[in-house]
């Protein structure tokens, strides 16, 4: 399959890091299809470690696809809360929300059931009990259902947009002005599928932020989000031409990223605020800022 072309944050990076962040699939998957021949770059077979080039054309061959993963648990999965109604956890980054075909790492949905947890049964067969979704890279806090009548709550809930999601993002620069909203619809990059990008009619998308530091290198941001579209905080930063630090993808700088050790975008869910879908009660959840990004954010402030 045809992934398209490198962009320029990936540019000198190796070809199974980028297309395990063009694609989402997990490097250990890209890396058997790299040895089977089928990493692909203008048309030839290369090595998993060969360097791409912006603008290089980057395919994969993929052949059928892997099982999806079973239940496993995951060490740093951390239970926030839990009731016969709903589940809150910390996600460490590097785990889906929910087992896919192509990602054959850990999730959200494989470790509650690996750990003996009963969610509830609505919903598509693979991520049952699932109102909201994080990015495999985006570290914080998620709510699961459990009950079938709290799947439905939580679901209108989300739609409604009576759910508060608060996240900390560390970006490239200082936004001008230091607070604001941004309003711009965002749907699949035309020539790039696996990629978003702001579009005229692609889906409404809404988000808040206001700027807490400003530092040299980066300015540490607390956003809001009014609707929940795919790589939403990603893409409205980067449309700023504030890319979060790390997101190669829409345009970090990958030599920041490497001055810092991260692996990721320095994006993390650090709140979440919900009524409890039984009796209403308010429920408000905070998370840390984890190991690596508390790391970076201290390089970034001694700079």
């Given at each position: 399959?045809?992934?398209?072309?490198?962009?320029?944050?990936?540019?000198?990076?190796?070809?199974?890091?980028?297309?395990?962040?063009?694609?989402?699939?997990?490097?250990?998957r890209?890396?058997?299809?790299?040895?089977?021949?089928?990493l692909?770059?203008?048309g030839?077979?290369?090595?998993?470690?060969?360097k791409?080039?912006?603008g290089a054309l980057?395919?994969?061959?993929?052949?059928?696809e892997?099982?999806?993963?079973?239940?496993?648990?995951?060490?740093?999965?951390?239970?926030?809360?839990?009731?016969?109604?709903?589940v809150?956890?910390?996600?460490?980054?590097?785990?889906a929300?929910?087992?896919?075909?192509?990602?054959?790492?850990?999730?959200v949905?494989?470790?509650?059931?690996?750990?003996?947890?009963?969610?509830?049964?609505?919903?598509?067969?693979?991520?049952?009990?699932?109102?909201?979704?994080?990015?495999?890279?985006t570290?914080?806090?998620?709510?699961?259902a459990k009950s079938e009548?709290a799947?439905?709550?939580?679901?209108?809930?989300?739609?409604?947009?009576?759910?508060?999601?608060?996240?900390?993002?560390?970006?490239?620069?200082?936004?001008?002005?230091?607070?604001?909203?941004?309003?711009?619809?965002?749907?699949?990059?035309?020539?790039?599928?696996?990629?978003?990008?702001?579009?005229?009619?692609?889906?409404?998308?809404?988000?808040?932020?206001?700027?807490?530091?400003?530092?040299?290198?980066?300015?540490?941001l607390?956003?809001?989000?009014?609707?929940?579209?795919?790589?939403?905080?990603?893409v409205?930063?980067a449309?700023?031409?504030?890319?979060?630090?790390?997101?190669?993808?829409?345009?970090g700088?990958?030599?920041?990223?490497?001055?810092?050790?991260?692996e990721?975008?320095?994006?993390?869910?650090?709140?979440?605020?919900?009524?409890?879908?039984q009796?209403?009660?308010p429920?408000?959840?905070?998370?840390?800022?984890?190991?690596?990004?508390a790391?970076?954010?201290?390089?970034?402030?001694?700079?």
């Amino acid at each position: 399959m045809s992934l398209g072309l490198v962009p320029e944050g990936l540019d000198g990076e190796r070809a199974d890091v980028a297309a395990s962040r063009m694609t989402g699939l997990s490097r250990s998957r890209v890396e058997q299809i790299a040895a089977a021949n089928g990493l692909l770059v203008d048309g030839v077979p290369v090595h998993k470690s060969f360097k791409v080039a912006a603008g290089a054309l980057l395919e994969l061959a993929t052949g059928p696809e892997p099982a999806m993963v079973g239940p496993q648990l995951v060490e740093d999965m951390r239970i926030v809360f839990d009731d016969p109604d709903i589940v809150v956890v910390d996600k460490p980054a590097f785990v889906a929300a929910h087992p896919s075909l192509g990602w054959d790492g850990p999730s959200v949905t494989g470790h509650l059931a690996a750990a003996g947890f009963r969610v509830s049964t609505s919903g598509p067969p693979e991520r049952q009990g699932v109102v909201q979704r994080l990015d495999v890279g985006t570290s914080g806090l998620m709510v699961v259902a459990k009950s079938e009548a709290a799947y439905s709550i939580l679901k209108q809930a989300f739609r409604d947009r009576t759910v508060r999601k608060t996240y900390r993002a560390l970006v490239q620069g200082y936004p001008d002005p230091l607070a604001g909203m941004i309003d711009a619809a965002i749907g699949h990059a035309r020539s790039e599928q696996w990629k978003m990008a702001l579009r005229a009619d692609g889906r409404p998308a809404v988000t808040h932020y206001r700027t807490l530091e400003v530092q040299r290198a980066a300015s540490l941001l607390e956003v809001e989000l009014e609707t929940g579209r795919t790589h939403q905080i990603r893409v409205h930063l980067a449309g700023l031409h504030h890319p979060c630090v790390g997101d190669r993808l829409y345009g970090g700088d990958p030599s920041l990223a490497r001055r810092l050790g991260l692996e990721r975008q320095w994006l993390h869910a650090a709140a979440l605020g919900f009524a409890h879908p039984q009796d209403g009660r308010p429920l408000d959840f905070v998370s840390p800022d984890p190991p690596d990004l508390a790391r970076a954010l201290e390089l970034v402030r001694r700079d």
